[in-house]
């Protein structure tokens, strides 16, 4: 497996504009999960779904921000509009199945800055 | 919900000497603590975890140790090397998410 993938790896953006960052989990995880990096705030949970459903969604900023997945395969995280303090390092990870004891796999994560 | 503080922020150490950070959380139902290592540009991984039933554990130069009474848990890493200079972060979780420290910047200097 190729663990999870996110795409694009680099976007840089005017203010105002939409971003879509996508995602790819391990197949056969049943949780996915979206987080944003930053040096101030650390690792922030901003979603995460189950069976593609979304759980737990109190970590997203504002309504700028909303997240998709439409399938086991696929899901996205979109900005519109996007503004400047929304740059950071966003990564995906998967876990599988339910329960604590899970590790989770994170994607190599999308640099986003927004000019 | 759950709170994980995590110290210290920054860490300095010479090659070949011990590391220790330090979380502490706020939920008593948190039944899993792993720790992620995140080196410079690239996504974290785990490293260890440890499970509440456990008390400590260890693998090779590193061991986490938890405190269920205090709501503590650390990390030590001994004999350090360069290659493990990286941001390290703690989790705690009570189920299937995941609360994060703000992570610690180790820097072994050789």
């Known amino acids: 497996d190729a663990g999870v993938i996110q795409s694009p790896r680099h976007e840089v953006t005017e203010m105002g504009q939409e971003v879509t960052l996508r995602c790819k989990p391990i197949?056969?995880?049943?949780?996915l999960f979206w987080y944003r990096q930053t040096m101030m705030r650390g690792l922030e949970l901003l979603i995460y779904?189950?069976?593609?459903?979304?759980?737990?969604d109190s970590g997203m900023p504002e309504d700028r921000f909303s997240a998709k997945m439409p399938n086991a395969s696929f899901s996205t995280l979109k900005i519109q509009p996007s503004e400047p303090r929304d740059s950071a390092v966003y990564f995906c990870?998967?876990?599988?199945?339910?329960?604590?004891?899970?590790?989770?796999?994170f994607g190599p994560g999308t640099r986003l800055t927004v000019l | 919900g759950e709170n994980v503080e995590q110290h210290p922020s920054t860490l300095s150490v010479q090659e070949g000497d011990s590391a220790v950070i330090k979380c502490t959380y706020s939920?008593?139902?948190?039944?899993?603590f792993p720790w992620y290592k995140q080196e410079l540009g690239k996504r974290p991984q785990l490293i260890i975890d440890?499970?509440?039933?456990?008390g400590e554990k260890k693998d090779q130069r590193i061991a986490v140790t938890l405190n269920k009474t205090a709501k503590h848990f650390s990390l030590h890493i001994t004999e350090t090397q360069p290659e493990d200079s990286a941001v390290y972060f703690c989790?705690?979780?009570?189920?299937?998410?995941?609360?994060f420290g703000t992570g610690t910047s180790l820097t072994v200097i050789p």
């Open positions: 939920d008593s139902a948190s039944n899993y």
């Open positions: 197949s056969g995880h049943d949780y």
């Open positions: 779904f189950n069976n593609n459903v979304p759980i737990d």
């Open positions: 989790a705690a979780s009570t189920g299937n998410q995941f609360y």
């Open positions: 440890i499970r509440s039933n456990v």
């Open positions: 990870a998967s876990t599988l199945l339910a329960g604590a004891y899970n590790e989770q796999f």
